[in-house]
């Protein structure tokens, strides 16, 4: 017994390599084959094929991949230990997590889409950050879409089978379509390339490409290069961003692109628009989700979205402001509330979301309402149905939905605030800010809200020294309402960069408001104004 103990101790501990997690549904087992076919036996990895079983047979797969690879391959029981230079498989019938090093299995509900590739993607993510390697190869669906963003966002490594390759395309092309996998390739490349990139993860190649003989002389004039090159093609100042966040994501792509220092890097974003374009991706990375926090979304309903309802009348209008909305999950999550309530309470009042973000590419997608049917987990079968269509594995906003919201471009830390607002909604953006960007944003916001309207952060976020202009409702779910304490307030005029944003069609304006401090709150109002003005939605949506 105590042996067995120290045994389990020393597995627990002993495993430090990296974790590759291969997903694969309909047509996935010819795609395995040849990707243990050229898989090493003592990569000092380990492998875990998580693959759509049918929960009524018993799965093969053991023998048939035993002819292709000459690690062990063992069928997961719960509790088990991950060990290196092993094949681990996920059984019918069940959902599996990892932690601590051991596997963690529940049962699949026979009655409920399930996501197993994405359940396990994010499990993996959690646990083991950058060592995390995902690899999505042919079925047909979405599972392994929603995964990603989470292997992505803890600095892993994606990749995916070619779709013209793969006997259903449907899950590589979801993946890929994110623009967070770093390599596609067919399925017996694919073994080849994880381990470049963990046994060399910065072999020096560019000297071929890169012919410039002048280098940045430090590492410190080389983030410079990069910081001018990402202002100028994205008006985005990353000095105002927390360093450990950025440097984590230059490390990520220099081991993407196998690349040695920061000084090669910088010629690279340079002189490459593809790898500059991947790199401002990696800044913002759009991890977010229908719901996301689901008690936090249950209280600014019951609390704030009632009270704002049942305060306004008919053919009035209800003002949002969601900042940092990504792809927008959450700014349609919020609208459904809305229309919940009105429902609820018999009341239908006009809605009015302005939904923002500094990232025009993620505002595209935002502003489409497309979604993978992966979204169904995070979804209710009622809402669902209420607010979306679904056309193949697509889930789409419904119009009556998608026309109560306004997306436009706007920097939090640079562009005037909006006005008059009943609720303003900032989560998950502010932690990305050093301090006094912090405290930028926040003046902003606090601006923007009305006099006994709310403010809605996210869950590891606070009102940094914005105390006494609100009070506080929920400190764990981040819900304030604000007070008459007027506070000081100066704000640098910068609307060049503000642009609303319409799918397909940029529409710029530039103010006659000279950038400098000011304390007339008119002069902010007028600039919010012109920025409205240029487009304007339908109004009701009840």
Known sequence: MASRTKNSIELS????????????????LEALELFFSRCPKDSGMAFVVVQHLSPDHKSMMSDLLSRYTEMPIQIVEDGMYIRPNHVFLIPPATLMRISDHRFQLTKKSPHT???????????????????????????????????????????????????????????PNSVIATGL?????????????????????QKKVMDSILTDPQRPFDEEASLEMIFKALVQSGGVDFHDYKMATVSRRLERRMQVKRIANIQDYALLVEQDPAELASLKRELFIPVTSFFRDALAFEELSNVAINDIVNK??????????????????????????????????????????????????ILELAAAGQYP??????????????????????????????????????????????????????????????????????????????YD??????????????????????????????????????????????????PNITKSFKSNVRPRNFNDASLIDESSAELLKAYTPPLNCG
């Open 181 to 201: 996998v770093d390599e596609i390739l067919i399925a017996e490349k694919l073994a080849l390339r994880i381990v470049e990139h963990i046994k060399n993860p």
């Open 453 to 502: 309207s709310y403010l809605f952060l996210g869950s590891s976020e606070s009102l940094a020294g914005m105390n006494k202009g609100f009070k506080t409702l929920s400190s764990k779910y981040k819900l304030f309402q604000r007070n008459n304490v007027s506070l000081p307030f100066a704000l640098e005029a910068n609307t060049d960069s503000s642009q609303l944003y319409v």
């Open 13 to 28: 501990q002993s495993f430090s390599s990296y974790v590759v997690c291969i997903g694969a549904s309909a047509g996935g």
């Open 312 to 361: 306004t009348a008919a053919g009035e209008t209800i003002r949002v402001w969601s900042a940092g909305v990504a792809t927008g999950e959450e700014v349609y999550s919020i609208a459904m509330l809305f229309m919940e309530a009105f429902e609820r309470e018999k009341r239908w009042p006009n809605l009015k979301i302005f939904a923002t973000d500094v990232n025009p590419l």
């Open 373 to 450: 049917e992966s979204v169904a987990a995070e979804l209710t079968k009622e809402r669902l149905e209420r607010f979306f269509h679904k056309t193949g594995n697509v889930f789409t906003v419904k119009p009556e939905l998608r026309q109560c919201v306004v997306f436009a471009r706007h920097n939090l830390l640079v562009d005037p605030p909006f006005t008059r607002m009943n609720l303003v909604t900032c989560r998950n953006t502010l932690i990305y800010f050093k301090a006094d960007a912090q405290a930028k944003a926040l003046h902003r916001l606090q601006y923007a809200t009305n």
């Open 113 to 171: 889409l399930t996501l197993p590739i994405d359940i396990f993607f994010t499990s993996l993510s959690e646990s083991y950050k950058a060592k995390s390697i995902g690899v999505v190869l042919s079925g047909t669906g979405s599972d392994g879409t929603r995964g990603a963003y989470a292997i992505n966002d803890a600095g892993g490594f994606l990749l995916a089978q070619k779709p013209s390759t793969a006997k259903f395309d449907g899950m």
